[in-house]
Every structure is written in structure tokens, then in C-alpha cells.
């Protein structure tokens, strides 16, 4: 005889798979989009939220429950920083692999960046990925076209073709847009289209051949240093260009202070910016390359205490409106070599929320800042219809353990990439459960 009712403890980690009916109860129910703070109940049908508030579940017939009691339910984060690497680098990641790694980390939306193989610089390569998502994925992905044909910053993409077979956004992310008129091309073609640019801000006349930050710990191992200029320069040139055009321009992957300064003096002028930083900015400096490990590789690099402590306040007082993960997975024997010749860049979808986390318990931010910061203000970046807990919308959910306790283990993680600076570390508040469309 099928039972009526059945109950998930989240503690004993007995999840459920399917359901026509879920009612999520007694949770902190935390929508920072309706500044909803509130202990009570989630009732999800047919994929969809029809009602929020105390329920009695007696009296709802074929329904599965989740006692979320002393958890936090939240939207489902989004990322709208992601290399996916399908197609053309599977061997690194696929969507497939990305998506699930996403899914445990508690994201159920990413944005994957266009430097694949092929460039996603046309509609056929739109197409795929979402085609392949569609096969194969675990999270809506929605992806962002590339700026220039061939990330070679010489030559616009078909940009409406590409926000009409599916993208959100134009970036060329791992290369910077040299080309000061072909940025502001790109940047008036976006502003007619709605769609934000997502600037990789790099000034590789400064950076070349630069592999960590510049700086007394690059002096002490004989490292060719990136300096905080190689950033700044092209912030204030892209802050300039969107003042001109009237753009949504979107900063990515912030780390240092004077790029948190550029922003927020932009922001005060009335200027169109938002900005982004990842974990790793908040949490290490340079310090990290000691050793030559090169699982500290990321570009921009990890800078400073000092640029550590500006993007925290940058945080706090909304300057920097978003944390992404900037997730790079590499296989492994691409980062077993010299640090010198070893690609840029970390995992970070499955270790994200527990370490954005720690600005909670420091008191950079509130729980409902950092949720705000990982839901609705990157759908609101970016025109989406997601970070949000309302009536009629989409069931994606996070449900938060803020006391369970996990030591990052890489090879556990459902990515592909093993590529983390945070191996061995010891992180409180965990996602325990993530809801995409009322299915868990």
C-alpha cells in the first residue's frame, strides 16, 4: 500500500528523487528578492511553488516531505561565472560532469564562458551547448557569447544571432579586448541588444609573461609578477567606455583595491557597473604560490592582505555585487608541471557556498547578503527569471546545513577538475539538498 506522506530527514541524508507533491516545512525560509526571512513552510506542485506559509500536511494527499527544521531554504544559487569546457576540452570538464558538480554544490543556474573549441561565437554553438544541457545536464545553463569571433579581439560576433539562439551576456573571458573601439562597438551593440558585457579586464602589455601577483613573495621565488595595473587599467578604460555608451557592463572576477575603488567611484557617478569577485580573492593571498603549488594559479592572481581586505569591504557596502566562482577545471597532469608552465585557474563549484560562508561568520555580510549575492542580484544582472522564492515560479531550491562539517576532499568531487588551493580545509554549512523544478 503506497504511503500518503513520506518525510526526508535532511540530517540522515535520505534524499528523494521525484515527486508530484513536496512540501519543504518548517525551514528559514530566506528570498532576499521579497525580503522574505521567515520560519515556515514551501509547498511545491508540478515542479512549480503554489503556495508559501504554514501548512497542514494532513490534508495534502500523495505528498513527500522534507523537514527542513534548523535549516535555511533558500533559491537555487546561481553562477554566472563557469567554464564548462564542452565543447572542444572534455577531457577537462563536460557539461554533464559540470552540472552535477554544480548540483552538489547547491547551484542549480550557471553561465558558461565562450572560450571552448570552438569559440561559442555563433548560433550553432549556442545551440549545442543548450541542446547538450538539455541530454545531459543537471542545472539550467545558460550560456554567454563571445565579444569578438575567435576570442581574437579583432572582429565582432554575430551578436544577435547570438542572443537569439539562447545567450545571456558577451564576454571573451580568458582574453581582455585590447581594442578600445572594438569594445565600444561591442558595448553599443549589447546596449541595443539588453544584454550586459562581462569584462575579463587585463592589460596583457603589463601582464605578459607574468604568472602570480607582483609583488615581495613573486621577488622572493623568481616568479615574473602580474601587477595590480595590469587589472585597473582596463577597469577605468571599460568604466569610461560604459559611461559613453550606456551599457550594463559587468566586471569580472575583481581582486584588487583599487579596482574596488574604480568601481565604487563609478557606481556613485551614476554609471552602469556591477562586479563580481570569487572566493579565493576574499580568502588568499600570494602566499599561496609558496611552494610553487600550482593549484594557486589562477588569473587574475591572489594578491595581497590589503587587496584581500578592500574587496571584503567592497562586499559589504555592495560594491561588489556578486560572488561567482570563476570554476577552471584542468586535468590533473596539466597541473603537475613547473608553476611556470601550468594553466590559470580552480575548481570552485562544489566548495563555493561553504567558503563564501565564513563572511557570514566574520560578519562581512548576513546570510541574507550572501544569498542575495549568489541568487537574485546575478539574476537580476543578467534578465533572469531565477534567485527568487515566489508563487508560480520555478521550484529551484537550496536547502543549507549551517552546522554540518566537511574537509575538502578533491577526489570526491563530482567535477572533473582536482585543481583546488583548498584541499584538506576544514568548512562548516554545507548545501544538503538542491531542489531544480520540485526534483531533488
Not at 91 to 111: D, M, P, Q, V, W
Not at 227 to 245: C, G, H, K, Q, Y
Not at 376 to 384: E, F, H, Y
Amino acid at each position: 500500500m503506497k504511503k500518503e506522506k513520506e518525510e526526508t530527514n535532511i540530517k540522515n541524508s535520505s534524499l528523494i528523487t521525484h515527486c508530484s507533491s513536496l512540501l519543504i516545512k518548517d525551514g528559514r525560509i530566506i528570498d532576499p528578492s521579497s525580503n522574505l526571512d521567515e520560519i515556515t513552510d514551501i509547498l511545491i506542485e508540478n515542479g512549480k511553488i503554489t503556495r508559501i506559509g504554514k501548512i497542514q500536511e494532513s490534508k495534502q494527499k500523495d505528498l513527500e516531505m522534507i523537514n527542513a527544521k534548523g535549516m535555511i531554504v533558500v533559491p537555487g544559487l546561481i553562477d554566472m561565472h563557469v567554464h564548462l569546457r564542452e565543447p572542444g576540452y572534455e577531457y577537462k570538464e563536460t557539461i554533464k560532469t559540470g552540472t552535477s558538480a554544480a548540483r552538489a554544490g547547491g547551484f542549480t543556474a550557471l553561465c558558461c564562458m565562450p572560450n571552448t573549441n570552438p569559440v561559442n561565437d555563433s548560433r550553432s554553438v549556442t545551440e549545442f551547448i543548450l541542446d547538450r544541457t538539455v541530454k545531459e545536464g543537471s542545472t539550467y545553463v545558460f550560456p554567454i557569447g563571445a565579444i569578438s569571433k575567435g576570442l581574437k579581439g579583432e572582429e565582432l560576433s554575430e551578436m544577435a544571432d547570438l542572443v537569439e539562439a539562447g545567450c545571456v551576456a558577451f564576454s571573451d573571458d580568458g582574453k581582455s579586448v585590447t581594442d578600445s573601439e572594438l569594445m565600444r562597438r561591442a558595448m553599443e551593440y549589447a546596449r541595443a541588444l539588453g544584454a550586459p558585457i562581462i569584462s575579463h579586464c587585463e592589460d596583457t602589455n603589463l601582464s605578459r609573461g607574468g604568472v602570480m601577483n607582483e609583488g615581495f613573495v613573486s621577488t622572493e621565488l623568481g616568479l615574473q609578477g602580474i601587477p595590480n595595473s595590469a587589472e585597473e587599467v582596463i577597469v577605468s578604460r571599460d568604466l569610461l567606455l560604459a559611461e559613453i555608451t550606456g551599457v550594463k557592463l559587468h566586471i569580472a572576477h575583481v581582486s584588487t583595491k583599487g579596482s574596488v575603488r574604480l568601481i565604487k567611484e563609478a557606481k556613485e557617478r551614476g554609471i552602469g557597473v556591477t562586479a563580481e569577485t570569487c572566493p579565493h580573492y576574499f580568502l588568499l593571498t600570494d602566499n599561496e604560490v609558496r611552494g610553487y603549488d600550482s593549484d594557486a594559479k589562477v588569473n587574475p592572481p591572489l594578491r595581497t592582505e590589503e587587496d584581500i581586505e578592500a574587496i571584503r569591504q567592497g562586499l559589504k557596502d555592495g560594491t561588489i555585487d556578486v560572488i561567482a566562482t570563476d570554476h577552471a577545471p584542468h586535468n590533473i597532469s596539466e597541473k603537475l608541471v613547473e608553476f611556470d608552465y601550468a594553466p590559470f585557474g580552480i575548481v570552485g563549484l562544489e566548495t563555493a557556498l561553504s567558503l563564501s560562508l565564513k563572511l557570514v561568520e566574520w560578519g562581512v555580510l548576513t546570510i541574507n547578503e550572501l544569498i542575495e549575492k549568489m541568487t537574485a542580484n546575478p539574476a537580476r544582472i543578467l534578465g533572469l527569471k531565477k534567485g527568487l522564492l515566489s508563487i508560480g515560479s520555478d521550484a529551484d531550491i537550496t536547502i543549507i546545513d549551517m552546522n554540518q562539517e566537511v574537509t575538502v576532499d578533491p577526489m570526491k568531487f563530482k567535477s572533473k577538475g582536482r585543481n583546488t588551493p583548498f584541499k584538506g580545509a576544514k568548512l562548516k554549512g554545507l548545501p544538503i539538498i538542491t531542489i531544480l523544478r520540485g526534483k531533488t
